[in-house]
């Protein structure tokens, strides 16, 4: 990647000479001006000059100012503290700056005065004078640069945002490609078979419509983010119809969701993996089946959603699903909708079952 810091500071240096160019050429212009509507004869290049590039001092002193403002921004809990610095820099500038002014004046001396004068009361004189000038001018300096810092931020925080939705959209389609999984397709295809083969057309229509409507919904919700937990629910509601014509009485599900989580804003398609890997891992394995149960509470506002089975595990089983793609999509996709404040943790209960418990924020539409 290439380096751009660099540039940066040549392009901030640019712009910093510029401004004050300008500043300083109209300071010089108006006083070049008020002393010939004044009617004062003579050159007019020397007082120019010395007004000119008495700015010189706020320019070089400008980078080091915005240096301080980042470092000591004035904010809630350190307006004291950062005020005080502030304002030692300012007077450090300020009399450093007017120092400057009058050596020129009394090195130059532009407006020809006789005798020539002094460089102490010179340089009260202008300080008295331009301090007004010199507080807007440090202010200004301030402002333009929590101003562009804070520009940054919003465009350093879109883009992240950005960064952020494409991988949700990248984790989102890797977790929509697990749902085409080929092994469930190639089971529920042969459970249609099956059916027409014994004749059960009204079954195996039943299957195909509950097939058709599971892929649609995969299909034409993989965009969104989050979902209602009723429509998670309803769409698990759907591949468990279709898990039941091929493992019959074999499996035996129970949903425990109360009626007000309904609202709740979960990630899509986060229920119906949790259970597809129950049925692989547990009651697949099981001549007699098992059972699997889905429950969801609340409290604190917190979400906490789990999916158990009492199927067989052991150790190496148990490490090999929790880092899975499954579960790694999971965590992924959770990582980004909620950061810290989610979790999903698979763990064994007692010695005959897993459980799989996910915590998110509670968040209603």
């Known amino acids: 990647m290439t380096d751009t810091r660099p540039n940066s500071r040549s392009t901030r240096w640019t712009w910093i000479a510029a401004i004050w160019c300008a500043g300083a050429f109209f300071d010089a212009s108006q006083t070049i001006f008020t002393m010939r509507a004044m009617g004062a004869q003579g050159l007019w290049f020397s007082p120019f000059i010395v007004v000119f590039v008495s700015w010189l001092p706020w320019m070089l002193a400008t980078p080091l100012i ?5 470092r000591r921004p ?3 809990g350190a307006v004291l503290k950062a005020g005080i610095m502030h304002l030692v820099a300012f007077a450090i500038v300020s009399m450093v700056a007017e120092a400057w002014s009058a050596m020129l004046r009394v090195i130059v001396n532009p407006w020809h005065h006789n005798p020539a004068p002094n460089f102490v ?5 202008l300080l008295t004078d331009q301090i007004v000038t010199f507080v807007i001018a440090y202010a200004l300096i301030l402002t333009v640069t929590y101003v562009v810092d804070s520009r940054e931020k919003v465009q350093r925080q879109m883009s992240e945002t950005a960064r952020l939705n494409g991988e949700l959209s990248r984790a989102q389609l890797a977790a929509l490609r697990s749902q085409m999984d080929p092994h469930f397709m190639f089971n529920t295809l042969n459970s249609i078979v099956g059916l027409v083969r014994d004749q059960r057309n009204d079954a195996a229509i039943g299957m195909i419509v509950g097939l058709s409507e599971f892929l649609r919904r995969a299909s034409e919700d993989s965009h969104r983010a989050q979902v209602t937990l009723t429509e998670e629910v309803e769409y ?7 898990q039941k014509v091929r493992f019959g009485d074999r499996l035996r599900v129970s949903l425990d969701i109360p009626a007000e989580l309904g609202d709740a804003q979960v990630p899509n398609l986060l229920l119906q993996p949790l259970v597809e890997n129950a049925i692989k891992h547990g009651v697949s394995k099981r001549v007699a089946g098992g059972d ?13 959603l789990t999916v158990y089975n009492d199927g067989p595990w052991v150790q190496e089983d148990l490490d090999a699903t929790s880092d899975g793609v499954g579960l790694s999509n999971l965590r992924t996709r959770l990582r980004i909708l909620h950061g ?5 943790l698979l ?3 007692d010695t005959s079952g897993v459980e799989v418990v996910v915590t998110l924020p509670f968040l209603e539409t």
């Open 66 to 70: 915005v240096e301080l403002a980042r």
């Open 74 to 76: 004035i904010v809630r």
């Open 121 to 125: 009361d010179t340089w009260y004189s």
């Open 236 to 242: 698990l509601q759907r591949y468990i119809d279709i």
């Open 292 to 304: 699997i149960r889905v429950a969801g509470a609340c409290s604190d506002d917190t979400l906490r």
């Open 340 to 344: 810290d404040r989610s979790e999903l």
């Open 347 to 349: 763990r064994p209960v």
